[in-house]
């Protein structure tokens, strides 16, 4: 099994610096399973190429096992299989071991180069798609990989057997290297559905460790985790609660006092009034009946919602349990009539991975919501809601940053909330708003909220997506 890691960064011999495994050396390093050698084919200034190939000894695996199958039936597929060949958890254990400190993102020599991002092409010789093409590129294409991939006849002298499984692959794409190592190392077994040792409690650590930076708002988040736990239910019930709990620390930890830094920034406006009030009438102009608002929060927005009989069916939803909790309360839902109650339902959910019940409304509103995403989630958000959800029309509102240097109280460079992980200026918002709006198949209005500065626009900018 032969995976090469290539990049044309200048200089590419520095990939030998990230390995920490010398071009000029070949290096064999032995396995439980076998032996795991890395060479350099190529290491010149301006391309370096690294290869990892496994040697793997299919019967040295089945001697512990007496010669049985998983049934504890004797079988020929233990000594008869395609496990020194393709790509599976047996190439994940080797990149843990081999190349540790890069999967790490860790370089002794080259620190601040395993923090950069850097061109980089990834081949796998034989790579097992148990879901096909389609579930490869849906793994890799959200994370911004381009791929290639060619399917490997299964016989090509015997036609009447079928097409395999296995593809050669290639992903391109410009990320720290640590980046694509954890990568593989999650998705290898994921595409071949299987791993070769037991899947137990510590499985569920190593994967949250090795996807702490992308896995939570992956698309695919619920199908990688079952198949990476090997559809364990008690297993994969745990890392999808520890995934989703993880969405929005800050948010459920933060004190009052600071929770409470945007408000008071914005009460001599009385922006939030504003803001909800210019939600409301986009509403009614674009006549939506049945609304979802994401990242409901403590439920301002559903409160003005109640209040209008022409929205007859409201949906909140949030992260956050503690959020969802106090919204029941302030919104004193078990206390409303029948009627009332009826046309309101909160659940928790992420706005960052696709749920189903996202579909089926007329309108959605993300209101003060897309600057608590980091911006590498802002793909992920997209889309979950212009996507999969597909409302007819989509409500976005969002701080405008240029407007900040008008509070006096908020110092040079602070961001009005501490949680905020970008604030846009006005440019910015609409680039975002016009691509996502080409890519999805919507028309966008941008509209201000609130009193407009002459040179700094409005305090909050809001766009209208329309289908």
């Known amino acids: 099994m032969l995976l090469t890691i290539t990049t044309t960064h200048s200089p590419a011999t520095d990939l030998g610096y990230l390995l920490v495994k010398n071009p000029a050396r070949f290096q064999t390093f032995p396995l439980s399973f076998g032996q795991a050698h890395v060479f350099y084919p190529v290491a010149e200034a301006g391309r370096c190429t690294a290869a990892l190939l496994l040697d793997i000894d299919p019967i040295g695996l089945v001697r512990g096992r007496g010669g049985r199958d998983r049934s504890g039936e004797r079988s020929l597929w233990q000594y008869v299989n395609d496990r020194p060949y393709v790509a599976s958890s047996f190439m994940s254990v080797a ?3 081999v190349f540790g400190s890069a999967l790490g993102g860790r370089s002794k020599d080259r620190p601040e180069l395993a923090e950069a991002p850097i061109d980089l092409e ?9 879901g096909g093409e389609d579930f490869l590129r849906n793994l890799f294409e959200p994370m911004g990989y381009t791929v290639e991939a060619a399917k490997i006849p299964l016989a090509p002298r015997f036609p009447e057997w079928g097409e395999g499984s296995l593809f050669s692959v290639k992903l391109k794409c410009r990320h720290r290297l640590q980046d694509p190592l954890s990568h593989l190392y999650v998705l290898l077994p994921v595409l071949d559905n299987d791993k070769h040792y037991w899947i137990g409690k510590e499985e569920v650590d190593k994967l949250l460790v090795k996807g702490e930076r992308w896995l939570k708002d992956h698309p695919l988040k619920e199908e990688i985790v079952n198949r990476y736990l090997r559809r364990k239910k008690f ?9 989703v709990s993880d969405d929005t620390p800050d948010l459920e930890t933060r004190d009052d006092e600071v929770a409470r830094k945007e408000e008071v920034l914005e009460e001599n406006v009385s922006l939030n009034e504003q803001r909800l009030g210019s939600v409301i009438a986009a509403l009614k102009s674009c006549g939506a009946a049945k609304v979802l608002d994401l990242g409901c929060g403590e439920g301002n927005l559903l409160r003005r919602l109640l209040k209008e009989p022409v929205f007859r069916h409201i949906v909140g939803t949030d992260v956050s349990y503690r959020s969802l909790e106090t919204a029941m309360e302030r919104l004193r839902i078990d206390r409303l009539p029948e009627k009332q109650k009826e046309r309101i339902q909160l659940f928790q959910s992420s706005i960052t991975y696709r749920d189903d019940r996202f579909s089926g409304f007329d309108a959605a509103c993300a209101i003060e919501v897309i600057e608590h995403l980091e911006p590498g989630r802002l793909i992920a958000f997209e889309r979950a809601v212009f996507e999969f959800a597909k409302p007819i029309t989509v409500i976005v509102t969002t701080p405008n940053v240029e407007y900040n240097t008008i509070w006096e109280t908020l110092p040079a460079g602070d961001r009005r ?3 905020h992980r970008f604030e846009w200026n006005r440019q910015e918002f609409q680039s975002w708003g016009n691509r996502v709006g080409e890519k999805y198949g919507y028309s966008a209005t941008y509209l201000p909220v609130g009193p407009v500065d002459p040179e700094k626009g409005p305090p909050t900018q809001m766009g209208v997506f329309s289908r």
């Open 417 to 419: 909330h501490p949680d």
């Open 122 to 130: 990834i081949e796998i010789s034989a790579l097992p798609c148990r």
């Open 235 to 243: 297993l994969t019930q745990d890392a999808l609660a520890r995934l």
């Open 95 to 97: 990149i843990a071991q």
